[in-house]
């Protein structure tokens, strides 16, 4: 079980490190200047890409580990307080203050 998620996470680390160095120049050009309408819309797809990411590895600590996927209408509420809690089988993936942080997002 540890191997397959490990393999999995690593996979996806490894994609959102290739987003991020494909969308470099943009970032920082953007840090600097108030980005155009195209720059503003790349920006958006590039912030969906990575949060899709991260997302995905929280899915598969759920399914993997926890043995469960979240439900509902709130699942992606409840996935983000699940892996700010410690579990019996693994630490807390997320610190409760990120969580705090995210959930005011």
């Given at each position: ?45 590039m912030l969906h890409s990575f949060y899709t ?23 992606h509420r409840q996935l983000l307080d699940r ?23």
């Amino acid at each position: 079980m540890w191997d397959k998620l490990q393999k999995q996470i690593s996979v996806e680390i490894e994609q959102l490190k290739t987003l991020l160095r494909a969308y470099e120049a943009l970032l920082r050009k953007c840090s600097r200047e108030k980005p155009d309408v195209i720059e503003r819309s790349a920006l958006a797809a590039m912030l969906h890409s990575f949060y899709t990411g991260i997302e995905n590895i929280f899915k598969r600590v759920a399914v993997e580990i926890d043995g469960e996927p979240p439900t509902g209408d709130f699942w992606h509420r409840q996935l983000l307080d699940r892996m700010a809690c410690p579990r019996r089988d693994r630490p807390a993936v997320i610190s409760k203050t990120l969580k705090d942080k995210l959930r005011t997002i």
